[in-house]
T-cell receptor, first 113, second 112 residues
Framework: GQQLNQSPQSMFIQEGEDVSMNCTSSSIFNTWLWYKQEPGEGPVLLIALYKAGELTSNGRLTAQFGITRKDSFLNISASIPSDVGIYFCAGLAVDSGYSTLTFGKGTMLLVSP | KAGVTQTPRYLIKTRGQQVTLSCSPISGHRSVSWYQQTPGQGLQFLFEYFSETQRNKGNFPGRFSGRQFSNSRSEMNVSTLELGDSALYLC???????????FGPGTRLTVL
């Protein structure tokens, strides 16, 4: 089945630093999504990318859909303590008319004030 | 617009019992997907429903089943619970198939 390799697994940074995380796959995806999950809650959609090469921002967050359609990255600029959480990438593929959302294992982000 | 709601939020069951979890999608959304999240396996796809029909199914045993009602609300059922079924069960809705999915808060199931 499809697999997403998400890295790094975890990051511990100082407030104000920039953060970068990425996902790669051996499969092609039609859509890349980035979610953030906080303890005890479901994932919250941060950014959705629909076209290869697309670069999209949401406040301090910027994400790109790789040109090969097999990778994506998420950058967070000027991190703040409330950025703490687990960030997941997800790829949506369409195969034989059915859609399947595959998730990476997540990047745990810790921000020190 | 209200988000995806899931009930109950927490559940404790014992091995061998069965459980039913409920999901109400965002108003107007017709597609509902279910996922199991565990520390070891991460987020794994269970199944997807659209217009009361199961459209896609993940690699889970037949003890896991679901259904969708005409108002797009969905339930999933797990029979003969095992310890390994302890997990956060997440429901996500989208306007239609292959659309961006929005998640509910999840139901935390603990099997003793």
């Amino acid at each position: 089945g499809q697999q997403l390799n998400q890295s790094p697994q975890s990051m511990f940074i100082q407030e104000g630093e920039d953060v970068s995380m990425n996902c790669t796959s051996s499969s092609i995806f039609n859509t890349w999504l980035w979610y953030k999950q906080e303890p005890g809650e479901g994932p919250v959609l941060l950014i959705a990318l629909y076209k290869a090469g697309e670069l999209t921002s949401n406040g301090r967050l910027t994400a790109q859909f790789g040109i090969t359609r097999k990778d994506s990255f998420l950058n967070i600029s000027a991190s703040i303590p409330s950025d703490v959480g687990i960030y997941f990438c997800a790829g949506l593929a369409v195969d034989s008319g059915y859609s399947t959302l595959t998730f990476g294992k997540g990047t745990m982000l810790l921000v020190s004030p | 617009k209200a988000g995806v709601t899931q009930t109950p939020r927490y559940l404790i069951k014992t091995r061998g019992q069965q459980v039913t979890l409920s999901c109400s999608p965002i108003s107007g959304h017709r597609s509902v997907s279910w996922y199991q999240q565990t520390p070891g396996q991460g987020l794994q796809f269970l199944f997807e429903y659209f217009s009361e029909t199961q459209r896609n199914k993940g690699n889970f045993p037949g003890r896991f089943s679901g259904r969708q009602f005409s108002n797009s609300r969905s339930e999933m059922n797990v029979s003969t619970l095992e310890l390994g079924d302890s997990a956060l069960y997440l429901c996500a809705s989208s306007f239609q198939e292959r659309d961006t999915q929005y998640f509910g808060p999840g139901t935390r199931l603990t099997v003793l």
